[in-house]
């Protein structure tokens, strides 16, 4: 089964660009979540879906930060405007919640902000 | 309120030696507790889980983990480490479908020749 795919893998834009990730979870899977993973730090969640409807995105910075999941399947986060401390890979992993409670991740985008 | 604690940042040991790595955690209801494994530049791998069950839960690459409830804790083992087995280790916390999975801070594992 094909995992979870995530483009692009790397990114490099000025602060005040915006920027945008995608993401194509595994089929059937739905549960979605978008991680930020600071250099050196956990992932955090920034925000979860439920096919295409928001369960939680309380960490989620709203005034810049956007998010959708069209149809329940794949997924776009955005940046707009990015700050330096955007700076972060982006991880989205998915989740058959009748197969098991284990999220499958993707491989991230770094993402770099000059 | 929802939390993991791994209490070691970095953890260097000599290939061969065994391993356990901490993790403690924080949740209301029944936990699943998984340990996921990130290699420079690469995703989170799923090591183990638990939901339910036997306490002692065995994973793959040979590692193993414990739940102890009375303690709050979910630590990772290994027998015998691999130079291969160098890499970052998150432990994390979530409960039944529908819930939010929340990550420790990571424990860095460096192998020793």
């Known amino acids: 089964e094909a995992g979870v795919a995530q483009s692009p893998r790397y990114k490099i834009i000025e602060k005040r660009q915006s920027v945008a990730f995608w993401c194509n979870p595994i089929s059937g899977h739905a549960t979605l979540y978008w991680y930020q993973q600071i250099l050196g730090q956990g992932p955090k969640l920034l925000i979860q879906?439920?096919?295409?409807?928001?369960?939680?995105d309380s960490q989620l910075p709203k005034d810049r930060f956007s998010a959708e999941r069209l149809k329940g399947v794949d997924s776009t986060l955005k940046i707009q405007p990015a700050k330096l401390e955007d700076s972060a890979v982006y991880l989205c992993?998915?989740?058959?919640?009748?197969?098991?409670?284990?999220?499958?991740f993707g491989q991230g985008t770094r993402l770099t902000v000059v | 309120a929802q939390s993991v604690t791994q209490p070691d940042i970095h953890i260097t040991v000599s290939e061969g030696a065994s391993l356990e790595l901490r993790c403690n955690y924080s949740y209301g209801a029944t936990p699943y507790l998984f340990w996921y494994v990130q290699s420079p530049g690469q995703g989170l791998q799923l090591l183990l889980k638990?939901?339910?069950?036997?306490?002692l839960v065995q994973g793959i690459k040979g590692f193993e983990a414990e739940f102890k409830r009375s303690q709050s804790s979910f630590n990772l083992r290994k027998p015998s480490v691999h130079w291969s087995d160098a890499a970052e280790y998150f432990c994390a916390v979530g409960g039944s479908s529908a819930s939010k999975i929340i990550f420790g801070s990571g424990t860095r594992l460096s192998i020793r020749p």
């Open positions: 638990y939901f339910s069950g036997d306490t």
């Open positions: 992993a998915s989740r058959n919640d009748r197969a098991g409670p284990e999220a499958f």
């Open positions: 879906f439920q096919n295409n409807g928001v369960v939680d």
